[in-house]
C-alpha cells in the first residue's frame, strides 16, 4: 500500500513540475505580448496566448485538487485513474470555459458606456508610454530605444497592468483632454516612427515581388506571346505543306488499293477464266448438231452448269454473252463471204439473202461477230468492268479506278471532301464548299486560329497567376493594373493608397503613404476619444472598440495574478511533494492526530507565503513608496481592496519570475509548439459549451 502510495506521489510530483516549467513560460510570454497590447497589437497572438493560459490554468488547478484527494481514491490503479479522469473532466473545462464566461458575464457585457470609453482612453495612454509618447511625473518609467524596447522585467509588468492601473481613474479623459491632440499625435507619430523601418522595408519587398513577377513572369509570358501571334506565315506554310503531304499519302494509298483490285480481279480471272472457256467450247462441240441446230437439253444443261459456276464468284448471275469477244465485221467481209456462199450454191444464196433483207432480216449481212478465247488478260478484264466490282472499289475507297493522274486524284470531291474534313479537325473554320484552290480562305482561317490560340493561351497562363491583363504592358503600366493594384492592397493593408506604386522611392513611399497614414490613425483615433459615450453603448459604432479596449484593460492582470499565483504555488509545494516521497509513514494510534496537524499546516503555509514573501524580497522602482503608481493603487482600494492587494503583489513578484520564463519560452521555442494547440482550443472557444442555453 506504501509502495502505491509513493508511486501516485512521484506521479504527481512529475506532473507538476513539468506543469510548472509550461506555466512558467506562458506567463512570461503573456506578460511580454500583454505589455504591447493595444491599438497596434497583434490581437491574434494575445488572443492565442490567453486561449492556452486558460487551458494550462485548467490544468494547474486540477493538480492541486488532485493533490489533496483522500488516499482510498487513489491507492487502487482503477479508483486512481477514474479519480484523474472525473477531476479533469470537471474542473478542467470549468476553469477553461468559467474564466471567459465570467469577465464576459460580470465585467464586459454589463459594462457601460463611459466605462468602454475609459478604457479605450487607458489603452491609448499605456501605448503613448510604450512609444515614449507620454511621461507620468512620479512614475520612472523607460521604454528604451530602437531594439532595445520594454526589456526591464519591471517595465513589461509595469505596462501590462498600467491600462487596469489608470483605467479606475473616473477622471482620466478629462484630465488628459487638454492634451488629447498632443498625445495621440505624439504617440501615433511615435508608433510610426518606430515602425519606420518596417514599413519602408515592406515597401522594398513589395518593390522586390512584382519585379520579378513582371521580369520574370510577365515579361517571358508576353514574349511567347509575341512570338505565337508572329508565326501566322509559319503556321499557313505548314498547312500547305500539310495539305500536299496528305494529297500526295491519299494518291499513293488510291494506287495501292486500285493495285489490290487488279490483283483480286487478276486472282478471280485465273480461277473462272479456265471454266468460262470450258463451258463455251462444250457447249460449241456438244448441243449443235450436223446442221448447226441447237441440242435444246444439252443447252439446258450446259447453261445451269454455267449459272451455278459463275455464282460462286460473288457477283450474282453474269450472262455468259459477257464474256464473249465483240469483232466489227467490214464491208468487204461481208461481200467476199456472199460471192463465196454464191459459187458455192450456183447463186441460190443470193435469191436468198434478197428474200432475208425483204423480210426484214440482215439480209445475209452481219456488223460483229463474237467469240471466246482461253487468255486471262481478257477475263481479268472484264471482271475489272463489272458494274458490282467497280461499286465494290467505291464503296471501299471512295473512288473510281478511272482516275488516271494525281490530277484527278486533286480535283475529286472525295479528296476535298477528306482535305477539308483534316483541315477542320485540327481546329480551322472552313466552308462547306471550300476547295485546296482557294488559298485565301485558307490562310485566313489559319490566321484565325493561330490569333484564337495565342489569346487562349495567354488567358490561360496569365490566369494561372490570377491576373487578367493584357500582354506587352510597360512596367508602369504593369504596377498601376487593377490587378497589381489588388495584390498591393493586400499587401499593404491599411497603409494602402489608391494607385501605389511599388517603384516609389523610399521619399516617395513615406510621403504618399506613411505620411497620411498617420493623418488618418491621428483622426480615428481623435474621433473615437471625442465620440459622445452612447457611441460605446450596445449597438454603438464604437461598441466593439470599447468591449475589446476593456478585455485589454481587464484580462491581462487577471491571468497575470492567476497564473503567477499557481506558479508561485505550485513552487512552494514541490519541495513539500518531494520530502513526502522520502517520509516514513507513521504507524500507530499517533498517525490520525500527526497526519491532521501536519496536513493542516503544509496546506496553510504555501499560500501564505506566496501571499507575504513577495512584499518583502521583490522590491523594485514601481513598487516603491516613492513611485507615483500607488496613486492608481489608492484608486483601486476604494473601489475593491482585494484586486489592489493581488496588483501591488503582482508589482513585486512578477519582475522575479519574468527573466527565466523568458529565456526558457525562447529557448524551447514556445510559441511556435503551442500554435497547433491553440487552434484546438479555439474551436473549442468558439463552440463554448458553456455559452450554449
Known amino acids: 500500500?506504501?509502495?502505491?502510495?509513493?508511486?501516485?506521489?512521484?506521479?504527481?510530483?512529475?506532473?507538476?513540475?513539468?506543469?510548472?516549467?509550461?506555466?512558467?513560460?506562458?506567463?512570461a510570454k503573456l506578460v511580454e505580448i500583454a505589455s504591447a497590447a493595444g491599438f497596434n497589437a497583434d490581437d491574434n497572438v494575445l488572443h492565442l496566448i490567453e486561449l492556452f493560459g486558460r487551458a494550462i490554468s485548467g490544468v494547474g488547478?486540477?493538480?492541486?485538487?488532485?493533490?489533496?484527494?483522500?488516499?482510498?481514491?487513489?491507492?487502487?490503479?482503477?479508483?486512481?485513474?477514474?479519480?484523474?479522469?472525473?477531476?479533469?473532466?470537471?474542473?478542467?473545462?470549468?476553469?477553461?470555459?468559467?474564466?471567459?464566461?465570467?469577465?464576459?458575464?460580470?465585467?464586459?457585457?454589463?459594462?457601460?458606456?463611459?466605462?468602454?470609453?475609459?478604457?479605450?482612453?487607458?489603452?491609448?495612454?499605456?501605448?503613448?508610454?510604450?512609444?515614449?509618447?507620454?511621461?507620468?511625473?512620479?512614475?520612472?518609467?523607460?521604454?528604451?530605444?530602437?531594439?532595445?524596447?520594454?526589456?526591464?522585467?519591471?517595465?513589461?509588468t509595469f505596462l501590462a497592468i498600467f491600462g487596469g492601473l489608470i483605467y479606475v481613474d473616473d477622471n482620466i479623459i478629462d484630465?488628459?483632454?487638454?492634451?488629447?491632440?498632443?498625445?495621440?499625435?505624439?504617440?501615433?507619430?511615435?508608433?510610426?516612427?518606430?515602425?519606420?523601418?518596417?514599413?519602408?522595408?515592406?515597401?522594398?519587398?513589395?518593390?522586390?515581388?512584382?519585379?520579378?513577377?513582371?521580369?520574370?513572369?510577365?515579361?517571358?509570358?508576353?514574349?511567347?506571346?509575341?512570338?505565337?501571334?508572329?508565326?501566322?506565315?509559319?503556321?499557313?506554310?505548314?498547312?500547305?505543306?500539310?495539305?500536299?503531304?496528305?494529297?500526295?499519302?491519299?494518291?499513293?494509298?488510291?494506287?495501292?488499293?486500285?493495285?489490290?483490285?487488279?490483283a483480286r480481279a487478276e486472282v478471280r480471272a485465273q480461277e473462272y477464266?479456265?471454266?468460262?472457256?470450258?463451258?463455251?467450247?462444250?457447249?460449241?462441240?456438244?448441243?449443235?448438231?450436223?446442221?448447226?441446230?441447237?441440242?435444246?437439253?444439252?443447252?439446258?444443261?450446259?447453261?445451269?452448269?454455267y449459272k451455278n459456276m459463275i455464282t460462286k464468284a460473288g457477283y450474282g448471275y453474269i450472262d455468259k454473252n459477257y464474256w464473249l469477244i465483240e469483232e466489227q465485221i467490214s464491208t468487204s467481209t461481208n461481200l467476199l463471204n456472199t460471192a463465196i456462199n454464191a459459187v458455192v450454191s450456183g447463186g441460190a444464196t443470193l435469191a436468198l439473202q434478197a428474200a432475208s433483207k425483204v423480210l426484214g432480216g440482215d439480209g445475209g449481212w452481219r456488223d460483229k461477230k463474237y467469240s471466246y478465247t482461253n487468255e486471262a488478260s481478257h477475263y481479268r478484264q472484264r471482271f475489272l468492268e463489272l458494274p458490282a466490282v467497280e461499286q465494290e472499289f467505291v464503296t471501299k475507297t471512295g473512288y473510281s479506278t478511272n482516275l488516271s493522274n494525281f490530277d484527278a486524284f486533286r480535283a475529286h470531291s472525295k479528296t476535298q471532301e477528306q482535305v477539308r474534313a483534316s483541315l477542320i479537325e485540327h481546329g480551322l473554320s472552313l466552308p462547306t464548299d471550300w476547295t485546296t484552290n482557294d488559298s485565301q480562305t485558307l490562310n485566313d482561317a489559319v490566321r484565325s486560329k493561330v490569333i484564337a490560340d495565342t489569346?487562349?493561351?495567354?488567358?490561360?497562363?496569365?490566369?494561372?497567376?490570377?491576373?487578367?491583363?493584357?500582354?506587352?504592358?510597360?512596367?508602369?503600366?504593369?504596377?498601376?493594373?487593377?490587378?497589381?493594384?489588388?495584390?498591393?492592397?493586400?499587401?499593404?493593408?491599411?497603409?494602402?493608397?489608391?494607385?501605389?506604386?511599388?517603384?516609389?522611392?523610399?521619399?516617395?513611399?513615406?510621403?504618399?503613404?506613411?505620411?497620411?497614414?498617420?493623418?488618418?490613425?491621428?483622426?480615428?483615433?481623435?474621433?473615437?476619444?471625442?465620440?459622445?459615450?452612447?457611441?460605446?453603448?450596445?449597438?454603438?459604432?464604437?461598441?466593439?472598440?470599447?468591449?475589446?479596449?476593456?478585455?485589454?484593460?481587464?484580462?491581462?492582470?487577471?491571468?497575470?495574478?492567476?497564473?503567477?499565483?499557481?506558479?508561485?504555488?505550485?513552487?512552494?509545494?514541490?519541495?513539500?511533494?518531494l520530502v513526502g516521497l522520502f517520509r516514513k509513514e507513521i504507524n500507530g494510534s499517533e498517525k490520525k492526530t500527526f497526519h491532521t496537524a501536519l496536513n493542516?499546516?503544509?496546506?496553510?503555509?504555501?499560500?501564505?507565503?506566496?501571499?507575504?514573501?513577495?512584499?518583502?524580497?521583490?522590491?523594485?522602482?514601481?513598487?516603491?513608496?516613492?513611485?507615483n503608481v500607488n496613486y492608481f493603487i489608492n484608486q483601486i482600494e476604494d473601489n475593491s481592496y482585494i484586486y489592489a492587494f493581488w496588483l501591488k503583489w503582482l508589482i513585486h513578484a512578477q519582475p522575479m519570475m519574468q527573466p527565466f520564463g523568458l529565456a526558457l519560452a525562447e529557448q524551447s521555442q514556445f510559441m511556435q509548439k503551442i500554435e497547433p494547440i491553440a487552434d484546438v482550443l479555439e474551436k473549442l472557444d468558439t463552440a463554448d459549451i458553456m455559452q450554449k442555453e
Request: proline share 4%; glycine share 4%; hydrophobic share 40%.
Open 273 to 305: 477464266g479456265p471454266k468460262i472457256f470450258d463451258h463455251f467450247k462444250r457447249f460449241n462441240d456438244r448441243c449443235f448438231d450436223k446442221n448447226k441446230k441447237v441440242d435444246e437439253r444439252c443447252a439446258l444443261r450446259e447453261n445451269t452448269n
Open 455 to 577: 489569346k487562349t493561351a495567354w488567358e490561360r497562363e496569365i490566369k494561372a497567376k490570377n491576373l487578367t491583363m493584357a500582354p506587352n504592358l510597360s512596367w508602369r503600366e504593369f504596377e498601376v493594373h487593377k490587378d497589381v493594384q489588388a495584390r498591393i492592397k493586400a499587401d499593404m493593408k491599411e497603409n494602402y493608397v489608391p494607385g501605389l506604386r511599388a517603384s516609389w522611392s523610399d521619399q516617395e513611399f513615406s510621403r504618399r503613404v506613411i505620411e497620411p497614414a498617420v493623418a488618418r490613425k491621428v483622426k480615428e483615433v481623435e474621433n473615437q476619444l471625442t465620440a459622445i459615450e452612447s457611441d460605446f453603448a450596445d449597438g454603438g459604432r464604437y461598441e466593439d472598440i470599447g468591449k475589446n479596449s476593456l478585455r485589454t484593460v481587464i484580462v491581462p492582470p487577471i491571468s497575470l495574478i492567476l497564473s503567477l499565483f499557481l506558479i508561485c504555488l505550485t513552487m512552494l509545494k514541490l519541495p513539500i511533494k
Open 600 to 627: 493542516s499546516v503544509l496546506a496553510i503555509s504555501p499560500i501564505l507565503l506566496v501571499m507575504t514573501v513577495p512584499f518583502y524580497i521583490g522590491e523594485n522602482k514601481y513598487s516603491s513608496k516613492e513611485s
Open 61 to 156: 488547478v486540477s493538480l492541486l485538487i488532485l493533490d489533496v484527494l483522500p488516499a482510498r481514491l487513489v491507492d487502487a490503479f482503477f479508483s486512481r485513474i477514474f479519480s484523474i479522469a472525473v477531476i479533469f473532466m470537471l474542473i478542467w473545462p470549468t476553469i477553461f470555459f468559467g474564466q471567459k464566461k465570467l469577465i464576459d458575464t460580470y465585467l464586459i457585457e454589463p459594462s457601460s458606456a463611459k466605462q468602454r470609453k475609459q478604457a479605450l482612453a487607458s489603452v491609448l495612454l499605456k501605448q503613448a508610454m510604450t512609444n515614449n509618447a507620454l511621461s507620468f511625473e512620479g512614475i520612472d518609467y523607460d521604454a528604451g530605444s530602437g531594439e532595445d524596447t520594454n526589456t526591464s522585467p519591471e517595465d513589461m
Open 1 to 27: 500500500m506504501v509502495t502505491k502510495r509513493r508511486s501516485w506521489k512521484l506521479m504527481l510530483f512529475i506532473a507538476s513540475f513539468a506543469y510548472l516549467l509550461i506555466e512558467i513560460m506562458f506567463n
Open 175 to 262: 484630465r488628459i483632454k487638454d492634451q488629447q491632440n498632443k498625445i495621440i499625435s505624439n504617440y501615433v507619430r511615435a508608433r510610426s516612427n518606430s515602425d519606420f523601418a518596417s514599413y519602408i522595408q515592406s515597401h522594398r519587398d513589395l518593390y522586390t515581388r512584382l519585379s520579378n513577377t513582371y521580369s520574370k513572369e510577365y515579361v517571358p509570358a508576353s514574349e511567347r506571346y509575341n512570338k505565337s501571334m508572329a508565326s501566322v506565315p509559319q503556321k499557313q506554310a505548314e498547312a500547305w505543306s500539310g495539305i500536299e503531304t496528305q494529297l500526295a499519302k491519299g494518291w499513293s494509298n488510291y494506287e495501292t488499293a486500285r493495285k489490290s483490285h487488279i
